[in-house]
Nanobody, 121 residues
Framework: VQLQASGGGLVQAGDSLRLSCAAS????????MGWFRQPPGKEREFLAA???????RYADSVKDRFIISRDNAKNTVYLQMNSLKPEDTADYYC????????????????WGQGTLVTVSS
């Protein structure tokens, strides 16, 4: 599976932004898809996951502002980010793995390249 993330950019605090992650390869619908981010100088952190059966998981830090969704027909997963804050500034990564636990803990089989989101105050 190859993953291509896009949609990052420079926005102002309070703005919204939608990230996309397109996957190549077959069986996309069977994978757990996740989003992570890595702020400058900090470790990568889990944000959200979409399980193939429809279940969604979120980190407490973003559950009220971020929404993960997927379109299996397009092999794409999205991250809608609302009410962005300067502390949301980070490289954002999508990831895929057959196992939910591995996505939740960041031990995934496949990573996309990062897309940078910068939120100005």
């Amino acid at each position: 599976v190859q993953l291509q993330a896009s949609g990052g950019g420079l926005v102002q605090a309070g703005d919204s932004l939608r990230l996309s992650c397109a996957a190549s390869g077959r069986a996309f619908s069977t994978y757990v898809m996740g989003w992570f981010r890595q702020p400058p100088g900090k470790e990568r952190e889990f944000l959200a996951a979409s399980v193939s059966g429809g279940s969604l998981r979120y980190a407490d830090s973003v559950k009220d502002r971020f929404i993960i969704s997927r379109d299996n027909a397009k092999n794409t997963v999205y991250l809608q980010m609302n009410s962005l804050k300067p502390e949301d500034t980070a490289d954002y990564y999508c990831a895929a793995d057959p196992t939910v636990s591995r996505v939740l803990t960041g031990r995934v089989a496949y990573w996309g390249q990062g897309t940078l989101v910068t939120v100005s105050s």
